[in-house]
């Protein structure tokens, strides 16, 4: 069975929700028979890439709220982070444009290493005071590395900002036509949507469900057609 998850680094309920979704799995009879992929979506696709500022900023802007407001937002994240394990700085984080993580992420699925970065991205932009956006490529290349990618391809991927923006852009229509407004967004084998960071128990329920429902081959079979197996392949007889 297969749960694509759609998200965005920048995204602190898709941390969140990441960590309850895989308290269910690490819970569930079958998850060695579960694949998980990461699908891209951006919270703020219009920014400009050199465009950072401090999340309480961008929070009060684009909400209307004031920073005071906005501070106890990040403190209720910071403890609903803190119940499932997270550490999350409630204080002094930025916020930038995260198409180039996102290439990443598609770069690092090629390479079987899609998990282990996105973790470290998450942690890198929730947890340590070091930014993630400001600064520049030897930030991104040392988190990849740490994920198990190799430097120079990391360089090569980032230099060219062609590569990988056609899977992003398609993760984001895709997220478009299932009706997915917000992430994170699980989708259990293109039949169920849990839409938000779900309480544990709500995954573990959407995949039992997924499971038992998953439809076995139907076999269309007029009889004697030849065919090849493990013991060779069937010789015409005239």
Not at 96 to 110: E, M, P, Q, S, V
Not at 120 to 144: K, P, Q
Request: aromatic fraction near 8%.
């Amino acid at each position: 069975m297969r749960v694509e998850i759609w998200s965005d680094i920048a995204c602190p309920w898709c941390y969140v929700g990441k960590a309850r979704f895989e308290k269910a799995l690490a819970a569930f009879p079958h998850r060695d028979e579960v694949e998980v992929v990461h699908r891209s979506f951006e919270l703020d696709p219009g920014r400009a890439k050199d465009d950072v500022q401090p999340v309480l900023a961008m929070l009060s802007k684009k909400y209307g709220m004031s920073e005071a407001q906005a501070q106890a937002g990040e403190e209720n994240l910071g403890a609903q982070a803190a119940s499932e394990g997270l550490a999350y700085l409630t204080r002094g984080r930025d916020h930038g444009n995260t198409f180039d993580l996102h290439r990443l992420l598609h770069f690092a699925k090629d390479e079987g290493r899609q998990d282990e970065l996105i973790q470290i991205l998450y942690r890198a932009n929730f947890a340590e005071e070091r930014s993630l956006f400001t600064e520049g490529e030897d930030r991104l290349v040392e988190l990849a590395v740490e994920a198990g990618l190799d430097a120079a391809a990391v360089r090569a991927v980032l230099a060219d900002p062609s590569r990988y923006a056609d899977e992003v852009r398609a993760d984001e229509r895709e997220a478009a036509e299932l009706g997915a407004n917000g992430v994170p967004f699980f989708v259990l084998d293109r039949k169920y949507g849990v839409s938000g960071a779900q309480p544990a128990e709500v995954f573990t329920q959407a995949l039992t469900q997924a499971w038992g429902e998953r439809s076995p081959l139907k076999l269309i079979d007029q009889g004697g057609a030849e065919a090849c197996g493990p013991d060779g392949c069937a010789v015409p007889q005239h």
